[in-house]
């Protein structure tokens, strides 16, 4: 897609997002985004059929982006420099550190987790859940292979563990942002880090 387009994609979609939050799912219109743009309802039309599609669009970004930060070929080129305890910690805090930053700048994401955007219906849910399984599926990779390499305890299990850091860490995003506190404070993705490492870290 021309830069342009992708322009006109994003802006489309970070008004639309905007929206859902401030008014609600059922009651924004593909009308009101484009006013809210000056654009035509065409315009809108050569890159969503429908409103639903411009919210799947913000869930796929997500996975995308967390896709990125777990990147397995990164996960590999690391454990070929040999890294020592003290590596492997500080490599998968700033993983987790990445992911956490993520789900920060797309609340909707949280939103929807705790069903708190009105309007949403069952195949939305469905669709969030599924997005969350993607998530999961996508951490529990990494806790396979670095268990291969004995670095996690043998006896945890690669789907359950990531399945729990993805529901503890949705969790405190949504906490925190509650509470107007701030979650990638370094202490606060230190504890995160520290509390879901020593459980499955062998050596610990």
Do not use: W
Not at 52 to 80: G, M, N
Not at 97 to 122: A, M, T
């Amino acid at each position: 897609m021309p830069p342009k387009g992708e322009r006109r994609k994003h802006q489309i979609v970070n008004t639309a997002k905007d929206m859902f939050i401030e008014k609600g799912f059922q009651s924004t219109h593909i009308g009101q985004v484009c006013e809210k743009l000056n654009i035509a309802r065409g315009t809108v039309y050569q890159y969503f059929s429908n409103k639903k599609e411009i919210l799947y669009a913000i869930l796929y970004s997500v996975i995308e982006r967390i896709e990125d930060i777990f990147d397995f070929d990164d996960l590999q080129e690391f454990f070929k420099t040999n890294p020592d305890g003290e590596q492997v910690l500080v490599f998968i805090s700033k993983r987790i550190s990445g992911c956490i930053s993520v789900l920060v700048n797309e609340p909707i994401v949280i939103k929807l987790v705790y069903k708190e955007i009105v309007g949403i219906d069952s195949e939305v849910i469905d669709k969030v859940n599924e997005s969350l399984l993607k998530i999961a599926k996508i951490i529990g990779r990494e806790v396979k292979e670095i268990k291969t390499r004995g670095i996690y305890k043998q006896n945890i299990d690669p789907e359950i563990t990531s399945s729990m850091i993805v529901g503890g860490v949705m969790m405190l995003v949504y906490e925190y942002e509650k509470k107007n506190l701030n979650i990638l404070d370094k202490t606060v993705v230190e504890s995160i880090t520290d509390n879901y490492l020593r459980g499955i870290m062998a050596n610990f």
